[in-house]
């Protein structure tokens, strides 16, 4: 019996994989080789920014440097705490040194990824800025999303609008109506202007003296904001396609930039949605925080939430103590998990 033939689509993802792996494959054959007799004593040094097999890294004295990455170092990100070596002389390569060490981190965000896996973008991280935007429209869906996520990182979001200066009376009833259930629930809720000004100053005292992450769909106006926060980074800033509506991705890999207040901001590469899909259905239902008082108090053990009888968030719906809307958010979110990671499986296979 002869084999389906694979779709033009597959054969595409097949061969693109398959040269992306020689890439990698290539790259570490070819990384420029530094001897150890011309490396100076081991220092301490922050990452700034990866780049493949390559990062740029900060020593104390604020010197920034291209190194090359050891191999025995299984993972690298912008914002871990590093031991180098400095070349006595800098290679005609570019490169400066070699990363020798990572220290523990005390906090990662991490994002999945179809092909690889669980990804980590950063590293020792205070707060996570959770960015939304009231264009191309507003949504607590990706809100929700990106809490979730934050949750289960254990690192504490804040959650600010963008682009306000956008909306009318009416539109800002119902943006102001929707931000306020958060606010009950016990997050920090900003709205801000990138273009205006208006709320700027409030993010600016925010991240004082904190390593700081920006989080969001491309199209919110991350790095606007950042441009704003700090006119010297002079981020390249994309607009949101007036065709689909979605933003252009405008960031390619993850970056620190110092703020004169003395605090660290991560400008991460953007998505169009935070996949959870690599989350048990219970951990989503924890990462709701207004949930877990109820959690575990249903009366059967394999309540779903829905119809079933004697559910405890249920009943704590409808005495006001969980939002409709974010009792909705939570569901989407559960009906979602198997179809991403059918896709992820249908990759996978793909892959092999």
């Not at 890439?23 to 004593?41: C, F, W």
């Not at 939304?132 to 999303?145: A, E, N």
């Not at 306000?164 to 629930?185: G, M, P, S």
């Not at 989080?215 to 950042?226: C, R, W, Y």
Request: aromatic share 6%.
């Amino acid at each position: 019996m002869s084999k389906k033939k694979l779709s033009h689509g597959q054969l595409r993802r097949m061969r693109a994989n398959h040269e992306k792996r020689l890439r990698r494959s290539d790259e570490q054959q070819d990384l420029p080789e530094i001897q150890d007799n011309t490396l100076g004593a081991e220092q301490a040094a922050k990452v700034i920014s990866r780049f493949g097999q390559h990062a740029d890294i900060e020593t104390q004295d604020g010197l920034i440097v291209r190194c090359n990455i050891r191999r025995t170092i299984a993972s690298l990100v912008t914002g871990d705490n590093v031991i180098v070596r400095l070349a006595h002389e800098t290679q005609t390569s570019g490169i400066g040194g070699v990363v020798e060490a990572v220290h523990p981190r005390k906090s990662t965000l991490t994002r999945p990824d179809l092909y690889d896996g669980v990804k980590i973008i950063a590293a020792n991280i205070d707060q996570i800025l959770i960015v939304s935007s009231v264009l191309p429209s507003f949504t607590t869906q990706i809100i929700d999303r990106y809490l979730v996520a934050a949750e289960d990182t254990g690192i504490p979001p804040i959650i600010i609008v963008n682009k306000i200066d956008l909306l009318d009376d009416e539109q800002t009833k119902i943006v102001d109506e929707a931000l306020q259930r958060y606010q009950n629930i016990g997050y920090p809720v900003y709205k801000v202007s990138s273009k205006t000004g208006d709320g700027v100053e409030e993010i600016q005292h925010l991240l004082e003296n904190k390593v700081s992450i920006f989080a969001g769909q491309s199209g919110v106006g991350k790095s606007s904001l950042i441009n704003a926060l700090l006119p010297q980074a002079a981020l390249v800033t994309g607009d949101v396609s007036s065709n689909s509506g979605l933003g252009q991705h405008t960031t390619t890999t993850a970056k620190l930039l110092h703020l004169p207040s003395g605090g660290d901001l991560i400008d991460s590469p953007g998505v169009r949605e935070f996949a959870l899909w690599h989350l048990p259905a219970d951990r989503v239902g924890w990462c709701f925080i207004e949930f877990r008082d109820f959690i575990g108090t249903c009366k059967f053990r394999d309540c779903k939430h829905l119809d079933d009888p004697g559910c405890a968030l249920q009943t704590a719906k409808q005495q006001g103590l969980i939002s409709e809307d974010r009792f909705s958010n939570y569901h989407r979110i559960i009906a979602s998990l198997d179809e991403q990671r059918h896709a992820r499986q249908f990759r996978s296979n793909i892959n092999d």
